[in-house]
């Protein structure tokens, strides 16, 4: 379970964004594979101590040294994010039914959701030639909304991004689809502590 934090400025004036991602390590097919879905659920709650290693076969239990049992506002998730490669074929039942488990521990806790599409021009030969082609690629449209049927995500909520892979320097056209999905992030992430405030 790692924390990252974005830095701001340098030497004495260096401090950090108020954004953080935790991450943590996929969802994958079989019961002992993968992070437990349980341990996500740990995670949106703030019960996950920073450098945890997840154990696929069973999920962190409150006797375990990486439990966190007093979590404060900020050890909570407030938005949940799915990043899946474009170049996935296909989602097997096993995977959808731990996908579904989490997301719907997320909704009860009122967490929004959203999904990144990453590899797209790995996925797409027409995006390949041309980033501009994102949203005009019918075979990416095609992906992102069997991804939505299949998970539930709204396709207004899938993020198609580019991986920044054979790049030396910065690109606007992939920091743009980037950009796009941290800023959708945020703004989810500002409703729902607005929504916890409020309570």
Do not use: W
């Amino acid at each position: 379970y790692e924390t990252h934090k974005f830095m701001k400025g340098r030497g004495s004036s260096k401090t950090f964004f108020p954004v953080v991602f935790n991450d943590i390590m996929g969802l994958e097919d079989g019961e002992t594979r993968g992070v437990h879905a349980k341990d996500i659920v740990h995670a949106f709650k703030g019960n996950v101590k920073e450098g945890h290693k997840f154990n696929p076969v069973g999920p962190l239990e409150p006797d375990d040294f990486g439990y966190n049992p007093t979590p404060s506002a900020d050890d909570k998730v407030h938005v949940l994010v799915c990043v899946m490669s474009a170049n996935t074929p296909q989602i097997n039942s096993s995977l959808l039914k731990k996908m579904s488990e989490v997301r719907q521990k997320a909704s009860e806790l009122g967490i929004p959701q959203m999904a990144m599409m990453t590899h797209i021009d790995a996925a797409c030969g027409e995006i390949q030639k041309d980033l501009k082609n994102v949203y005009r690629s019918r075979h990416l449209q095609k992906k992102m909304k069997d991804f939505s049927a299949a998970v539930g995500i709204p396709v207004n909520c899938i993020f198609p991004v580019k991986n920044y892979s054979e790049e030396i320097d910065m690109n606007n056209e992939v920091d743009i689809l980037i950009l796009s999905a941290l800023r959708k992030i945020i703004d989810f992430g500002d409703d729902f502590i607005e929504k916890m405030e409020t309570e």
